[in-house]
């Protein structure tokens, strides 16, 4: 068949028809075993879904851990060596803490300052003044950028004579001082991309709370104002509480998107020293320098490291979070 298409489609017919008679084999087997008609369509029809879940997502993930505790460089077989590889990363590897160290400092500090603006721009969309549904818009488009041409554009801003720089140009005169290297100076690589992270200020988590916060009772804020509350007060103590679980979601949200912080940090060069996000350490080592077991190894402590600040969030909102009309079961 020389038509590569042509080739493509009978595959993907093939799986078609495939998918389908496992089905029928599936709702037929059940049926047999005298599974009511419903719940053999039910497990029928949910299983290219299962299927698709178990080939491309669990079994990758095993495959992982398997491969963390080998040497594995694509070209040949997995070789054992048990946990040689988190030995090395933990206690050989000169670039693995100050990763750590970045990754961690990013999440930590970016997070809380993404969600206070996040919380500000919400609160100035949920206004009602002419014009509303253009400003929602506006602040909406850096959310709908392709991540590479917002790494590509920071970037130059952040360069020697970028645009930063030359805003900047009147203060280095004042101090005299030389330009900042933001991205060259080992110091300076944590605070740029902390800046560069207020870009997702306006996003989707600007959205999220924009919606939790028009879903504020009215009468609430008017009740408190009328009893002499002022405006502060209503929103700390009646606002922030009812728009709590939101908060809590994009925390966690924003936490887990740090942490896996990757396309920014690809295309733009930091010292070896500063380290580097760990996912992309993670394609360094797999796809760089077929290092697929110590890549794998990696990758599992930064999943680990991953639910141990998650699980502290979720910890924490204990004692903030208020779900309206039950009490949490704790």
Known sequence: MSNPYLY??????????????????????????????ST??????????????IIWQLFPILYSLYLSFTAYDVLTPPRWVGLKNYVDMFTRDTRFWPSVRLTVLYSVISVPLGVLG???????????VRGIGFWRTLYYVPAVLPAAATALLW???FASRGL?????????????????????????????????????VFGANTVILLAALKNVPKEL???????????????????????????????????????????????????????TFLNVYVYQQGFTQFKMGYASAVAWFLMVLILILTAIVWKWSDAYVYYEGELRQR
């Open 8 to 37: 493509t489609l009978v595959r993907w017919v093939a799986v078609g028809v495939g998918m389908l008679l496992l089905m029928l084999l599936t709702y037929g087997l059940l049926r047999a075993f005298r599974a009511r008609r």
């Open 40 to 53: 053999a369509a039910g497990y029928a029809l949910i299983l290219p879904w299962l299927l698709g879940l």
């Open 118 to 128: 996040a919380l500000g721009t919400a609160s100035l969309l949920a206004r009602e």
């Open 155 to 157: 970037r130059w801003m």
């Open 164 to 200: 930063i720089n030359s805003l900047l140009s009147p203060v280095y005169r004042l101090l005299n001082m030389e330009p900042l290297s933001w991205f060259s100076d080992e110091r300076l690589v944590l605070p740029s991309f902390i800046i560069m992270s207020f870009w997702g």
């Open 221 to 275: 804020k008017e009740a408190a104002l009328v009893d002499g509350a002022g405006p502060w007060t209503v929103f700390s103590r009646i606002t922030v509480p009812m728009i709590s679980p939101a908060l809590l979601y994009v925390t966690i949200m924003g936490v887990i998107g740090a942490m896996q912080n990757f396309t920014a940090p690809l295309f733009i060069a930091t010292p070896s020293s500063a380290g």
